[in-house]
């Protein structure tokens, strides 16, 4: 059974160009989180859906960054313009809504903005 | 603002050694603490502890959770290399039970 799957694995951009990743959830799971991770700051929620609709953006850093789930199967989080400080690694995860502790990480995103 | 403090933030032991993590937390309206190991990659689910004083076990790994003095320990019994990784915990609110806010986690390094 595969688990969440992300892509790119790793981007690398320059400053103000447009970057987008990209999730699909486990089957079956309705539940879907963005993180991300640095060394400063840790593990931090971004945004989450719950049955494809955002229920809570506030950990969405500033408006150059959204996130939109078309479907139950897709999900993508962009930022536009993209900044350095924006380099981290960026986590999608999944979950059932009925148990939405529980959840499951991707492999990640390596996103470095020169 | 809910908080989340793990110690501590490295451990080097040798093969065999026992570790026990600890995790403690401020958060309003406390609904779950869960234990998380992340490798070289995404972290794996471990634990959730909803209840103070049940242990709850996998293998060489176990948690309990203390919701009175606002802890939770994590053990490791007869540690093996495979179990180098950083341990995170993270709490979740009743009133936002998916958000779950992380502490800075543990280093663990196990030498053979």
């Known amino acids: 059974d595969a688990g969440v799957i992300q892509s790119p694995r790793h981007e690398v951009t320059e400053m103000g160009q447009e970057v987008t990743l990209r999730c699909k959830p486990i089957?079956?799971?309705?539940?879907l989180f963005w993180y991300r991770q640095t060394m400063m700051r840790g593990l931090e929620l971004l945004i989450y859906f719950n049955n494809n609709v955002p229920i809570d953006d506030s950990g969405m850093p500033e408006d150059r960054f959204s996130a939109k789930m078309p479907n139950a199967s897709f999900s993508t989080l962009k930022i536009q313009p993209s900044e350095p400080r924006d380099s981290a690694v960026y986590f999608c995860?999944?979950?059932?809504?009925?148990?939405?502790?529980?959840?499951?990480f991707g492999p990640g995103t390596r996103l470095l903005v020169l | 603002e809910d908080k989340v403090v793990q110690s501590p933030l490295s451990l080097v032991v040798h093969e065999g050694d026992t570790v026990t993590l600890n995790c403690s937390y401020e958060v309003t309206n406390f609904r779950s603490l869960l234990w998380y190991k992340q490798e070289k990659k995404a972290p794996t689910f471990l634990f959730m502890l909803?209840?103070?004083?049940i242990e709850k076990k996998s293998g060489r790994l176990s948690s309990i959770l203390d919701k009175k003095e606002l802890f939770s320990i994590l053990n490791i019994t007869a540690t093996q290399t495979g179990d180098s990784a950083v341990y995170l915990c993270a709490v979740t609110r009743e009133t936002s039970g998916s958000r779950l806010t992380f502490g800075e986690g543990t280093q663990l390094t196990v030498n053979p």
């Open positions: 909803t209840s103070s004083g």
């Open positions: 995860a999944s979950s059932f809504r009925q148990v939405q502790e529980t959840q499951y």
């Open positions: 089957s079956g799971h309705n539940s």
